[in-house]
């Protein structure tokens, strides 16, 4: 199966192109204003150094937020173009889902942390299965990094870049029950998007372009969602 995965929920957006368990390429970006102005071609880029054809994607993965507005805004746009142009089925995915998994296997508390502006960050709560899977536990919320922090009450691996924005917070405040990883803010990877979408394709949670939503956790955000329209081939 090939799959291309978008995330542009944050400030470093992650393409990534996978055939079955195989990545074949990955650009990971940061930008100071928004993705728009680099997606495009790097999207074509990365098929063309695989010598792949929009007619050759059989799954397209997007991360569904929570994020940046914006962000979520154009990935979705973003994706649910290409898919209408090439007739292949869509799965969204929770940027929290992607960061989870991130950090499998662990014994510990997972939660995801990304910056919801505000004084505010969007948050989960996940724990391993014995089977190696990934169960969230809490549904995603928001929440000030203090009233979250004063909540978990255990050992807990938190990343994500609300980590970065709040550092008095998780990491002093949080003491020994901080774990975070070296790289605790780092990027969502495209191809931890890629390989949960496929698992869901599996079961068979493969979805049309109209009915991918973005996961808006404030009233604010949703209010301001504009409407998406399918576009055409960007590489043709």
Not at 62 to 83: D, E, H, N, W
Request: hydrophobic share 40%; aromatic share 8%.
């Amino acid at each position: 199966m090939r799959v291309l995965a978008l995330d542009t929920a944050t400030e470093i957006g992650a393409i990534a192109l996978v055939e079955d368990d195989l990545l074949l390429a990955q650009i990971q970006l940061r930008v100071e204003k928004t993705h728009s102005q680099h997606l495009w071609r790097t999207i074509c880029f990365l098929l063309a150094e695989t010598g792949w054809g929009l007619e050759q994607i059989d799954l397209w993965a997007v991360s569904t937020g929570p994020g940046s507005f914006t962000g979520v805004r154009i990935g979705l746009a973003t994706v649910k173009g290409l898919a209408w142009v090439s007739q292949k089925p869509v799965i969204g995915v929770s940027t929290l889902d992607v960061l989870a998994w991130s950090v499998t296997p662990t014994p510990y508390l997972i939660c995801p942390i990304l910056d919801a502006r505000h004084q505010e960050v969007f948050f989960a709560f996940y724990r391993c299965t014995p089977e190696g899977s990934v169960r969230m536990i809490r549904e995603p919320g928001h929440e000030s990094p203090l009233a979250l922090v004063q909540q978990i009450r255990e050992p807990a691996v938190f990343l994500g870049n609300g980590v970065r924005r709040y550092p008095e917070i998780f990491r002093d405040r949080s003491g020994p029950r901080a774990l975070i990883p070296e790289f605790g803010s780092h990027p969502l990877s495209g191809v931890t998007l890629a390989a949960i979408a496929q698992q869901r394709f599996r079961r068979g949670e493969g979805r049309s372009a109209g009915e991918v939503s973005p996961l808006y956790l404030r009233p604010a955000d949703a209010e301001g969602k504009k409407k998406e329209s399918p576009g055409g081939n960007p590489c043709a």
